[in-house]
């Protein structure tokens, strides 16, 4: 499984609300270099419900063909591969703690069948 970690200079910067299948490519090889053969939804997360309206939509990528990323200006990212069995190890013993990936590690590991 590829990761990224986004680290922004400007953390006011409206979010792009990515709508469209091709946004949702593009994004992908700006921050990551890849381009997947097929793109799966795995579903929405409520971020913090009760504080805000903001959902984050999970995707698994499949196929992946690497590239060069193109990150926005005041972005630095760090790209790492990662196997999904290690990332599943670390979400199990508390390493990872991000809501967010831990639901898209375990969606991930439930779609593939692992």
């Known amino acids: 499984m590829a990761t990224v970690e986004k680290i ?9 609300k990515i709508s469209t299948q091709q946004k949702r490519l593009r994004e992908l090889e700006e921050e990551t270099g890849y381009t997947p ?11 913090s419900p009760g504080f805000t309206d903001e959902v984050l939509h999970m995707y698994l990528a499949r196929g ?8 926005d200006e005041d972005e630095f990212l760090e790209r790492d591969r990662v196997p999904l069995g290690e990332l599943v190890k670390e979400v199990m013993d508390g390493t990872i703690q991000d809501a967010k990936t831990v639901a898209a590690v375990l969606k991930a590991k439930v779609l593939l069948d692992l």
């Open 37 to 47: 053969a097929t793109l799966t939804y795995m579903g929405a997360l409520l971020s």
């Open 64 to 71: 992946l063909k690497p590239g060069e990323c193109h990150p």
């Open 8 to 16: 922004r200079k400007d953390i006011e910067r409206t979010k792009e």
